[in-house]
C-alpha cells in the first residue's frame, strides 16, 4: 500500500527542487541551454539524474540535493569562465569544429571521423534548403553538432539581389550515386542510361565504385564527390 506521507513528500519536492533547478539553469546562462557542449551536457544530465532520484524516491535525503545542485551549477560556472579564459581548457572539455565539404566535395574521411553518414549530412543540408552541394564552398560540423554552410559568390542569393544579376531556374539536383552505388529511378527519371554515366565518369578517369556521392540536374549537370580526397581535417576554433 502506497504511504500518503510518501507521496506528500514527492509533491512538496517537486515544489521545492524544481525553482532550485531553474535557478540554477538560468545561472549557468543561455550557453548550457541552446548550445550544449559536451562538458554543459553532462552536467545536465548529471543534474537530471539526482534530481530525478530526489524526487521520485522519498528515501533519499532532500538536502544533499539541493547541495548538489547549487554545487554542480557553481562547477560549470567555473569550467565557462576558464573556457572562455583559456583556449586550451575549451579545445579540451569539447570537440573540435569538424570540415565536411570543401568546394562542393564530401570529405568521406572527416564523415567517418565524427560518425556521420552521408543521409545525416544530406538531410542537414536540406533543412539549411541546399539541395544541391555544388552550391557550397565550406561546410563544416560545429562542436555542438551543428552544420555551418558557406556557399560559393555566386550562390548568395543577397550579392546577385544587390547588383540585379540575372539568374536561370533553381534546379533541384538528385543523387544518381550514393556511395559506390548507382541509383537507378534518378537516371530513369532523367531519362538517361548508365551507360551515359559510365562514359561521363570514364572522362573524368572515375569508375562507380570511387566515387562517395553523385548529383544530376535537370540540365545532367553530374556533380561527384570522390571517396578519396585530400583535404583539411578540421578548422581551430
Do not use: C
Not at 72 to 83: C, D, G, N, R, V
Request: cysteine-free; hydrophobic content about 45%; glycine content about 6%.
Amino acid at each position: 500500500m502506497v504511504d500518503m506521507k510518501d507521496i506528500l513528500l514527492v509533491i512538496g519536492r517537486i515544489f521545492t527542487i524544481l525553482p532550485l533547478l531553474l535557478v540554477a539553469t538560468l545561472f549557468m546562462g543561455k550557453r548550457s541551454i541552446g548550445e550544449l557542449p559536451v562538458f554543459d551536457f553532462l552536467v545536465i544530465i548529471t543534474l537530471g539524474a539526482v534530481v530525478g532520484a530526489d524526487i521520485a524516491d522519498p528515501e533519499i535525503e532532500h538536502l544533499p540535493t539541493a547541495v548538489t545542485v547549487i554545487v554542480l551549477a557553481a562547477f560549470q560556472k567555473m569550467i565557462s569562465k576558464l573556457i572562455i579564459r583559456y583556449r586550451k581548457v575549451g579545445r579540451l572539455l569539447t570537440f573540435e569544429p569538424t570540415i565536411v565539404i570543401v568546394n562542393g566535395t564530401f570529405i568521406n574521411k572527416n564523415l567517418k571521423k565524427i560518425q556521420y553518414s552521408l543521409d545525416n549530412l544530406l538531410s542537414m543540408l536540406r533543412e539549411k534548403e541546399i539541395f544541391d552541394v555544388s552550391t557550397v564552398q565550406l561546410g563544416i560540423i560545429e562542436p555542438n553538432g551543428n552544420l555551418s554552410i558557406f556557399k560559393k559568390d555566386e550562390y548568395t542569393s543577397v550579392t546577385r539581389q544587390d547588383f540585379k544579376l540575372q539568374t536561370g531556374a533553381n534546379q533541384v539536383s538528385y543523387p544518381v550515386i550514393i556511395e559506390g552505388k548507382v541509383d537507378k529511378s534518378t537516371l530513369h527519371y532523367f531519362k538517361v542510361e548508365e551507360t551515359w554515366l559510365f562514359e561521363r565518369l570514364k572522362k573524368q578517369g572515375l569508375k562507380v565504385d570511387e566515387i562517395f556521392y553523385a548529383s544530376l540536374n535537370a540540365n545532367l549537370d553530374l556533380h561527384l564527390s570522390p571517396k578519396t580526397n585530400e583535404m583539411p581535417q578540421s578548422i581551430n576554433h
